[in-house]
């Protein structure tokens, strides 16, 4: 069941302008009470539409939403949109009344309706009408199944308004006892599959609930590795959160017309597509099917202009409430840390560049866990030196009697394919020691890692070049990412992606999420390293972080600092 609720943040913003538009009457010497005019009387009637769900079904012996919680929201919405940050003005002040009659429900649903409700009809009174739907009043209704009620009855629950200079619009909400519920196919990747390939997925559900379902709504969604190269035409596609590189998704929608009987199953007569990009680790791809549409579809969506994607009816099967599965789980990334060589004499400062690679050729992420720990890395200070000024992101780890300083240093995630990230450090000679170095350190190996051999590397002062400096070493390093949407394929031999015999969908591990061009973004996500393939990776985190918390804490407080000392200014 979706429940239909708008924002309470609008609430808020709603009470804290109209208090101050009640000082400004009061300032001006105007009792509100008495005044009788109204903008939009003097023109044409502001169009003001009742806002609600279509459709509202209820479970057969479920009882009212739990904790007050409605099973739906009413309300208002005025032409245009709200302004941001809470400054937007009303289009209309003056006392307008809304009507929720329930009466169309008798038999089929008990109700509690707001506004001290006379049995069946509540109702409200109101006074201004703003832009958009967030700023203005709404009201709550609780439904459930009347008893004796049989799964197919249905109500009406009618909504209208009523005020002078304003033009309402009616709602409607259809209401049924009975719901269909619809389970997911299961899907696994297939046995071999590489980055490059094209999955093939025999998507599909079983309408586990009461009663048939009207119709049914495919959505699938795919992160930044993934692209989907059909286009069909009963399908709409979007990019989500562009600007967000672990969440973002590239959508479709697809519809479907029934009826769909219940315990019934269908799946999609042609599996669709999700071809994998070179970079792809662990990408995720998911979908479900529900009877009702997602509540950001249709804004920024476009119509494919492909074939239809049909549905059949299916056999067998495993079915569960979701279902995804994780893709090019076998790709590697080859992290690299290098340090520098740099000369100098006593009292000399100088600036040795640390730097942390991602040769590729996948990128590092875990879009599992979200993206939300930062990731870290070990530098040792060379004897002889100290920090004169460390990178924004670093500081000192420990000391032990001003000599063997290491300081730790946290970068933000993904990490792209291809992409390289420099710490410069300016140390401070205090003693010429010849050879002096200080290793750079991943703490580590990492679950995906491709090439182990040069996680590590040196920072190295005043050297003869007879210093032994294992690991530190340029990369294996790739052609680079490639992420076009040309339908290609890869090879997925004759196995379609689905799996029957699955007891759970989907997987652990760790990859990322970004733009779909593949381009860096040195400002993405942070790292958090979860599930049975990242134990390791999580384990240095964690570790990492109990050593280095203190300089975690600060580093986010300055952050938090500078934002609140940004907003003030």
């Not at 057969?60 to 941001?84: M, N």
Request: glycine share 16%; net charge negative; proline share 5%.
């Amino acid at each position: 069941m979706r429940r239909h609720t708008r924002p309470r943040p609008g609430r808020r913003a709603v009470s804290g302008l109209a208090v101050a538009g009640l000082l400004a009457s009061l300032t001006a010497g105007i009792a509100r009470a008495d005044d009788t005019t109204t903008r939009g009387t003097s023109a044409e009637p502001i169009p003001v539409a009742l806002t609600g769900p279509d459709r509202h079904g209820m479970a057969t012996g479920q009882d009212y939403p739990a904790d007050g919680e409605p099973s739906f929201s009413v309300g208002l919405r005025g032409p245009g949109e709200a302004e941001d940050g809470g400054t937007t003005t009303s289009l209309h002040d003056g006392e307008f009344t809304v009507t929720i009659d329930a009466g169309g429900l008798e038999g089929v649903a008990d109700v509690e309706l707001p506004c001290d409700a006379d049995g069946l009809v509540a109702t409200c009174t109101g006074w201004s009408v703003y832009p958009g739907e967030v700023y203005n009043k709404d009201w709550d209704v609780r439904l459930r199944a009347a008893d004796g009620a049989e799964a197919g009855a249905t109500g009406t629950l009618r909504i209208t308004g009523e005020g002078d200079g304003l033009d309402f619009t009616g709602k409607t909400v259809e209401v049924r006892v009975g719901v269909p519920d619809f389970g997911m196919r299961t899907l696994t990747e297939p046995e071999g599959f590489e980055a490059g390939d094209v999955f093939q997925g025999r998507l599909g559900f079983r309408n586990t609930g009461e009663i048939a379902a009207d119709r049914a709504v495919l959505r699938f969604s795919g992160s930044r590795g993934l692209s989907f190269p059909q286009r069909f035409s009963n399908c709409s596609y979007a990019v989500h959160s562009k600007d967000n590189l672990t969440r973002l998704r590239k959508v479709a929608v697809c519809t479907f017309d029934g009826p769909f009987a219940p315990g019934d199953a269908y799946r999609v007569a042609t599996p669709v597509k999700v071809r994998t990009a070179d970079f792809a680790l662990r990408d995720i791809f998911g979908y479900r099917f529900s009877e009702t549409a997602p509540d950001d579809f249709p804004g920024g969506y476009e119509q494919g202009d492909g074939p239809e994607l049909t549905l059949e009816p299916a056999t067998g099967g495993t079915y569960r409430n979701y279902a995804e599965v994780d893709l090019a789980t076998g790709n590697t990334y080859d992290l690299d840390l290098t340090g520098e060589r740099v000369d100098g004499a006593e009292g000399d400062t100088v600036t040795a560049e640390v730097a942390l690679h991602n040769h590729g050729p996948a990128w590092f992420n875990s879009l599992r866990a979200g993206g939300n720990e930062p990731f870290a890395f070990s530098v040792g200070i060379p004897e002889g030196a100290s920090v004169a000024q460390a990178p924004e992101d670093c500081g000192p780890l420990q000391q032990d009697g001003g000599s063997g300083v290491t300081y730790r240093c946290w970068t933000e995630t993904p990490l792209l394919e291809q992409e390289t990230r420099t710490f410069p450090f300016d140390l401070r000679i205090d003693e010429v020691v010849e050879g002096a170095k200080g290793l750079v350190t991943l703490g580590r190996t990492f679950p995906s890692e491709g090439a182990e051999a040069n996680d590590d590397g040196w920072i190295v002062l005043n050297g003869t070049g007879d210093e032994e400096t294992p690991g530190d070493s340029a990369g294996t390093g790739s052609d680079g990412p490639d992420d076009s949407d040309d339908g290609g394929t890869g090879g997925t031999g004759g196995n379609d992606g689905s799996d029957d015999d699955a007891t759970a969908a989907g997987g652990t591990g760790s990859s990322g999420a970004g733009d779909q061009d593949g381009g860096a973004d040195t400002d993405g996500g942070s790292l958090a390293l979860t599930g049975t393939t990242a134990m390791t990776a999580g384990g240095a985190a964690l570790a990492l972080l109990a050593a280095g918390g203190a300089l975690l804490l600060v580093r986010r407080r300055r952050a938090a600092t500078a934002t609140a000392a940004d907003a003030a200014a």
